[in-house]
């Protein structure tokens, strides 16, 4: 999972485990959250971090292309 996600994910309440099964093996990572509102939180966070990337991009003098590349590489949607 990338990086900047998952920090994202655990500051708005989502909690993450390991998985094995019964003779110990792992089965990779689970995800859960006790409530919507770390859903809601998760959004508003991305939404933010986006945000202020592009602002602190576009307003050093960088266009908005070059923002909207760098946020998706940032988000490991785009190499």
């Known amino acids: 999972m990338n990086q900047r996600i ?3 994910a655990e500051q708005s309440g989502f909690y993450f485990y390991d998985l094995h099964d019964i003779g110990g093996h792992d089965m990779g990572e689970t995800i859960e959250a006790d409530s919507w ?3 809601e939180k998760f959004a508003e966070l991305i939404i933010k971090d986006c ?3 592009c ?3 576009v307003s050093s003098g960088g ?3 070059f923002a909207i590349w760098k946020i ?3 988000y490991g ?3």
């Open 63 to 65: 266009d908005l292309d």
């Open 55 to 57: 602002l602190g991009i």
């Open 6 to 8: 998952k920090s994202l």
């Open 72 to 74: 998706k590489k940032d």
């Open 77 to 79: 949607i785009e190499e």
């Open 51 to 53: 945000a202020k990337n």
């Open 37 to 39: 509102e770390a859903a």
